[in-house]
């Protein structure tokens, strides 16, 4: 490319920034991002793409959450099995929690800087050399009780402006380190114990807008996909966020864990589909921890063909 013909970096930002967010958007990928989160072994992210038939394009990690000794030691290992799932193909999303309940304080006086940086520098040193995108989601599910990342201080009280305020210096620091990083901020889906939209820290801390969604048998009926779709801060309202603030959306987890949610899986496929290049990732959780969404070892057979049928 000549001199002449090429356009600065400045340049290409102004023009970017002139066009609309919808231009911008019918010119990004009409396909989501497939993920999968099989746990911390290469092993079963290779058993999910054997059984699904091709690479799932991400693979989910995320770092130890129960305490800042935990967190910090966990770094290391982590990071060492990242560099296995990009051997096998696959993108990383990172997911940086708090380290343990009611250290938002912590975060926001900057006691856990140096374990932040620490984090995004090996994160970083590990991710091939260029220019592409790294994922990382801080804090995430911080509306729901129980959560160790939830929007509560030290006391327990809920608090979204001390949230917000953590989040934005974790953000903060993610940036200084590079700017490749692409910051997820994910409530869990429906209202849940607090009002995800006060914890908003704005949009030049956000590069992409996500939900976590389940379906459990132990709560839902089969059919109630519409109800997690309309509720007041339900997925429709989380899509419609992301696009009022020029951002991309995606479901960082989400599943289901009975066979009874085939036609809600299908519904749900449906509708991500139908948000075209607004959606940028969907990232199932194959696991049996907490909830068993299991699809790729037969767990649930019927919930397993509905989602090769939707996204082969």
């Given at each position: ?66 305490s ?50 620490s984090?995004m ?60 990083f692409?910051r ?28 976590d ?13 519409d ?13 419609e ?9 995606g479901?960082?987890?989400?599943g ?18 139908s ?7 969907h ?30």
């Amino acid at each position: 490319m000549t001199t002449s013909i090429a356009l600065s970096r400045r340049s290409m930002l102004a023009s970017l920034l002139a066009v609309p967010f919808a231009a911008r958007l019918s010119a990004s990928p009409t396909t989501a991002l497939l993920g999968s989160i099989t746990g911390n072994e290469p092993a079963t992210y290779s058993r999910f793409a054997n059984w699904f038939g091709r690479k799932p394009q991400l693979a989910q990690l995320a770092f130890n959450q129960m305490s800042k000794t935990k967190l910090s030691r966990s770094t290391s290992y982590i990071v060492e099995r990242g560099k296995e799932f990009m051997d096998l193909g696959a993108q990383i999303l990172w997911s940086v929690p708090c380290p343990g309940r009611g250290q938002l304080e912590a975060i926001v006086s900057g006691t856990h800087d140096a374990m932040y940086r620490s984090i995004m520098e090996q994160i970083l040193a590990a991710s091939p050399t260029g220019t592409a995108p790294i994922l990382v989601r801080p804090p995430w599910e911080f509306n729901l009780a129980g959560q160790e990342n939830a929007a509560q201080d030290k006391a327990g009280n809920w608090d979204a402006s001390l949230f917000v305020a953590a989040w934005r210096r974790i953000a903060t620091i993610i940036r200084q380190v590079s700017r490749r990083f692409q910051r997820i901020w994910c409530p869990n889906v429906t209202t849940m114990a607090l009002d995800p939209a006060r914890c908003w820290p704005g949009s030049d801390h956000v590069e992409i807008v996500a939900q976590d969604f389940y379906m459990q048998k132990a709560y839902n009926k089969a059919g109630d996909f519409d109800w997690f779709r309309t509720e007041a801060r339900g997925l429709q309202w989380g899509a419609e966020f992301a696009r009022a603030r020029g951002k991309r959306y995606g479901l960082s987890e989400w599943g289901m864990d009975s066979d009874v949610y085939t036609d809600d899986l299908a519904a749900a496929a449906t509708w991500l589909k139908s948000l075209g290049a607004l959606a940028h990732h969907h990232c199932w959780w194959d696991r049996p921890e907490v909830i068993d969404c299991r699809i790729s070892d037969g767990a649930h057979p019927k919930l397993g063909a509905v989602y090769k049928q939707q996204f082969l």
